[in-house]
């Protein structure tokens, strides 16, 4: 051992990727097979086609990006892998695929939880950049297709400790902007379509309100910790979406689009702008800045809460341009800094599995051969 290397591999969901990544901040190679157009045609990710898409690829994407690295497996310190959350069969492909490469080479195998992940693609960045440590507690907020989930993270020695304080109670945010984007015509995944066409309208034009989540604030919950909650409802605004579509009788014109866009091979951001009217943009616009507005309510009521000396933000939604620029606007007024993955790594990708990998690596916490996935699995 001893030269830093970890070989990561995930395949919680729709991409099938592999990267190797040295003392958990240098990516040297960083590969994804994403199944999204295969999904776009059902609207939405098939378990049983994720599966069988991960078993045909994921050969091929390890052996990727171990040529990209120049790596062989000899060289490498260990094999770290997606141990869950995430659909049980996707996450099977992986930690099988896994176990066995890291029993056949000889090198220990670490499990990662993906969200922790999405955390690390963000600090192996600011480490990558050598920029001053980051201080301690950090606020990180995970929005994805998945999940939306609030922690507040420290580093103890070399190992990293997280406490929730905050999570969705229904639908994740980017399962919001997905569902949207459907119910208005558009393309799957919705959050690009959304991000794209939200500048074109105007954010003021539709209300949506988000109420106060009754959690175990109500419930007597007796220390700071579980009196201050910061849990999100994204279901709500969706179904609010659908009334206003209703109300508004714009039924047929959404047929219209989808129809329409579904003529185009590939249909772009300008082809979908071409097919929507100023009230549908207006809407579009209201949409994206309700959500990201509750994100950062939620996130920067947290950090205040907790005391966090930093925020940061990772997952599929980190990609939004408007969250990006508000909350780098609402740290820079309250002195806070805020961090983002490169796009690259904002999406599911294995190089944040790597990195996640590391301290557990110097912490020697390695998976044992009964190690199996853990769809359901806490951070
Ligand atoms: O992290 P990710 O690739 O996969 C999951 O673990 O879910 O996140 C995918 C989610 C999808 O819901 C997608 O619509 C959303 O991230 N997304 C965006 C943007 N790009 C992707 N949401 C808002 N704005 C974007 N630019
Ligand atoms: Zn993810």
Redesign the pocket.
Known sequence: GGTGLILGIES????TAAAVVRRGGEALSNVVASQMELHANYGGVVPELASREHLRNIVVIVREAMARAGVSFAELDAVAVTEGP?LAGALLVGITYAKALAYGVGKPLIGVN?LEG?IHAVLMEARARAEEAMEMPLLALV?????THLYLAKQVDASWRYQNVGKTVDD???????KV?KLLGLG?????????LAGLGNPKAVEFKFGQIKTRAEKGGRSFEELARFDFSFSGIKTAVLRYVETQGMREAISVRREALAGVAKPTVADAAGLCDGRTLDLIASF?GA?VGNLLRQAFGAAEAFGARGIVV??????????RRRFLAEGERRGLPVAFPSLAL???NAAMIAAAAWPRFLAVEFADEGMGALPQMRL
């Open positions: 919680s969901c729709d991409e995430g993906h999405h929005v994805s297709g998945g999940h994740a945010a980017g399962e919001a902007f997905d984007a799957y995944p919705g959050g690009p379509w959304i991000d794209g994206q959500v990772s997952g599929g939604v980190a990609a939004n341009g408007e969250l904002s999406t599911d």
